[in-house]
């Protein structure tokens, strides 16, 4: 597996919190993703980056939001969880963007009650 | 944007037998189409992808082959063992948003 990270593995938080998930590799890859999984719809993309400092949305992005200050890490914060936010999330990372191999995290499972 | 259909969502068959799961997109302008494995509570991996400029790939067991025409392409897998259940996804990369759209994911099982 590439060496990819993602922190913590399992939460459990309630409705109106934050919460953060953060993605660390250690492959100085460029280009960092951010999923989420649900059953019956795969995989949707929700914010990516394509160097520090510098996202933009993906399909799924209202109520998510994502820093990067380091090549290493992408962050995903969660303003004000909702139930609706209950989901598998996953992290990608690829060393070019466009017709290359996307490697995945572990995964984070996240319950909002 | 791209969409992509993938059916069946559940498949069944027997060890030995072969799977085959397909994918529609609707961007034409798309010109890349990987497919990823996942296991039961385990990250997707790669296991094998195909570019629009050739029709076919196989790697051992598995092939996928693509019609540009029909904007359509297919996971074929022969031989199927137990350690190949699991849900594989497609996937489909416009050339202007190299964004790949997946599709819903094909949960195969293979019965030993």
């Known amino acids: 597996d590439a060496g990819i990270t993602q922190s913590p593995r399992h939460k459990v938080t309630e409705t109106g919190t934050p919460v953060t998930l953060r993605c660390h590799q250690t492959e100085n890859h460029r280009y960092m993703y951010w999923y989420r999984q649900d059953p019956g719809h795969g995989l949707r993309l929700i914010h990516y980056?394509?160097?520090?400092?510098?996202?933009d949305k993906g399909e799924v992005s209202d109520g998510y939001s994502v820093s990067r200050s380091k090549t290493e890490d992408f962050l995903l914060t969660l303003e004000s969880a909702t139930s609706s936010q209950t989901s598998v999330y996953f992290c990608?990372?690829?060393?070019?963007?466009?017709?290359?191999?996307?490697?995945f995290g572990p995964g984070t499972r996240l319950l909002v009650l | 944007g791209e969409n992509v259909e993938q059916h069946p969502s559940t498949l069944s068959v027997q060890e030995g037998d072969s799977a085959v799961i397909k994918c529609t997109y609707s961007d034409s302008a798309s010109n890349y189409f990987p497919w990823y494995k996942q296991e039961l509570g385990k990250r997707p991996q790669l296991i094998i992808d195909i570019r629009s400029n050739v029709g076919e790939k196989k790697d051992q067991r598995i092939a996928v082959t693509l019609n540009k025409t029909a904007k359509h392409f297919s996971l074929h897998i022969t031989e199927t063992q137990p350690e190949d259940s699991a849900v594989y996804f497609c996937a489909a990369e416009s050339g202007g948003s190299y964004i790949p759209t997946f599709g819903r994911g094909t949960s195969l099982i293979v019965h030993p």
């Open positions: 980056s394509y160097g520090v400092k510098d996202t």
């Open positions: 990608a990372i690829s060393e070019v963007m466009g017709q290359e191999t996307q490697y």
